[in-house]
């Protein structure tokens, strides 16, 4: 695994394993969507997961700098398009939403780094998939708890993955395909149906970590 996304996992890892109240004293992260209007020039991370509230139809004027935006478990239906419009965005957690697929003016997120939509169980992934492939930058995807009982053709055009996580699934097998995509280096695919044969790792040979 190359150097530079191995810190970035673990970066990310030690940022969720955060307290609540140390991640609040970061620069530019929020939790309040009042408190990060009032400072909306230096919001670069807002987390509105749960959020129960109305959310704002114009995110790329309130917010252009922002950078990570976290909306799990919101009840959206669909993807604002203002959110699409956000020339700074590198992470986005759509997670735990019904939302049945993203809208195309997705491909002008040239900027996104890494996507979240787990426990999106109602979405069009193939269709999904399409959209994200136009991503530059997609380097991260995560896709745990969606149903999966087999990976769309769809996913393999998803070239510049480096990381992608599929774990909580119904996956028999770790497709061969995967190893058509020329980046990827991380694997996760925890809690799936995967035969005993498949789980001995020490017997694939895969030119990526894997994680079972």
Not at 57 to 76: A, G, H, I, K, M
Not at 97 to 123: C, F, G, H, K, W
Not at 130 to 159: C, F, M, R, T, W
Request: net charge neutral.
């Amino acid at each position: 695994m190359k150097r530079g996304l191995l810190l970035g996992i673990i970066g990310c890892m030690l940022f969720l394993s955060m307290p609540v109240a140390a991640q609040q004293t970061l620069p530019g992260y929020f939790t309040n969507l009042e408190e990060a209007k009032k400072n909306a020039l230096a919001v670069k991370q807002l987390d509105l997961n749960n959020f129960s509230g109305t959310l704002p139809s114009d995110w790329d004027v309130l917010f252009p700098n922002l950078e990570s935006l976290s909306l799990q478990n919101d009840n959206l239906l669909e993807v604002p398009a203002s959110i699409t419009r956000l020339k700074k965005l590198k992470v986005l957690n759509l997670s735990g939403n019904p939302i049945r697929t993203v809208p195309e003016s997705m491909a002008q997120l040239t900027t996104l780094e890494e996507l979240y939509l787990n426990n999106d169980a109602a979405l069009d992934l193939p269709q999904t998939l399409k959209i994200l492939a136009k991503l530059p930058k997609l380097k991260s995807l995560h896709l745990d708890n969606d149903g999966l009982v087999q990976l769309p053709q769809e996913l393999y055009a998803l070239k510049q993955l480096e990381s992608l996580y599929l774990n909580n699934n119904k996956l028999p097998e770790i497709p061969r395909q995967l190893e058509g995509l020329p980046h990827l280096q991380y694997l996760e695919m925890r809690n799936n149906k995967l035969q005993p044969d498949v789980i001995d790792t020490r017997n694939l040979n895969f030119g990526f970590k894997i994680q079972l």
